[in-house]
């Protein structure tokens, strides 16, 4: 069997064990021998044969569809790292594209994150990717909005952003509570090219990172305070609710709640402002700048990928 297909095959497989009926909406049923789905349940909720399937988790040289390795890869609720290496694996070209937040979660969870508001709410992966968010979240963090899906990593932001510039008052306190629980959920996926990455990433481009992540320190999620500094209204005091999801396995669903008056009011001076600052008061740009400046640098891209000579 080609080393890609036999990569294919142990992926699949280790994907599906980590799916429990529950997590797709079925019950358990008796005897269940097999940790996670069964192939035939994957097939069924996939809407392809189960002979079919089982030959694509067996390597078998088979073709797939992207309309069917799609399918195959919401089933095991893959995000899109996980999905690049699913089409990688199996010789299908990967373009990325911009996906709305229902998308990725769900009209059902989409709607009880945009019913939360005023309060600020997201959904984590276990990674800390933002999955989804409501306009107050986006208020507080604009920076969601318009950076690529890709790049809406929390610990990526937190830990390599000048110390200035970061919004975190109590991080002492609460990143190395962030990253114990990112090694916790990192234990079920040791030696995962998608996982494997971002930690080395991260351990590459802030000391700080690879130090707390050298301690071996675990933690899991639970309620608490935290402090944000804005740069246009100042100190915010937010209590974290972190909640499980029904049907999203490793997914967490924050609530902030405001900690005292003070920070209810700033977070209503801020939503009303038009064009909030991002940043330290030295580093610090406005929101239609960056956005601006993001857009110049985008289509620069665009014109010299017209023309590759362009950039010389």
Wanted: charged share 25%; net charge neutral.
């Amino acid at each position: 069997m080609p080393p890609r297909r036999t990569e294919l095959a142990a992926f699949l497989r280790s994907r599906r064990a980590r799916i429990t009926p529950a997590d797709v909406g079925m019950p358990p049923g008796l005897r269940r021998r097999t940790p996670g789905l069964r192939r035939e349940e994957v097939a069924q909720l996939a809407g392809v044969g189960v002979t079919w399937y089982t030959w694509l988790e067996q390597g078998r040289p088979i073709n797939a569809s992207v309309q069917v390795l799609d399918a195959v890869g919401r089933v095991l609720q893959f995000d899109v790292t996980e999905r690049e290496h699913l089409y990688r694996l199996a010789g299908v070209p990967f373009v990325r594209q911009d996906v709305s937040d229902a998308e990725v979660v769900g009209d059902e969870v989409q709607g009880i994150l945009d019913a939360l508001d005023p309060l600020p709410a997201v959904v984590y992966s276990a990674r800390y990717d933002v999955q989804a968010s409501n306009a107050a979240y986006r208020d507080i963090w604009p920076a969601t909005s318009f950076i690529p899906r890709s790049e809406r990593n929390v610990l990526l932001k937190l830990f390599t952003v000048p110390e200035c510039c970061s919004t975190m008052v109590n991080s002492e306190e609460e990143l190395p509570r962030m990253v114990g629980q990112l090694r916790a959920s990192y234990g079920r996926h040791v030696g995962e090219p998608a996982w494997e990455s971002f930690i080395a990433r991260l351990i590459h481009e802030s000391p700080e990172f690879a130090q707390m992540w050298a301690r071996g320190d675990v933690a899991s999620p639970g309620s608490r305070l935290k402090l944000f500094r804005h740069a246009s209204v100042g100190l915010l005091s937010l209590t974290l609710v972190s909640l499980a999801i029904d049907g999203m396995a490793e997914h967490r669903m924050i609530v902030y709640t405001p900690g005292d008056e003070e920070s209810r009011a700033q977070i209503e001076r801020l939503r009303a402002l038009e064009d909030p600052m991002i940043g330290c008061p030295v580093h610090g740009r406005r929101v239609s700048q960056i956005v601006a400046d993001r857009a110049a640098g985008a289509a620069r891209e665009a014109w010299e990928q017209e023309d590759p000579a362009r950039s010389r």
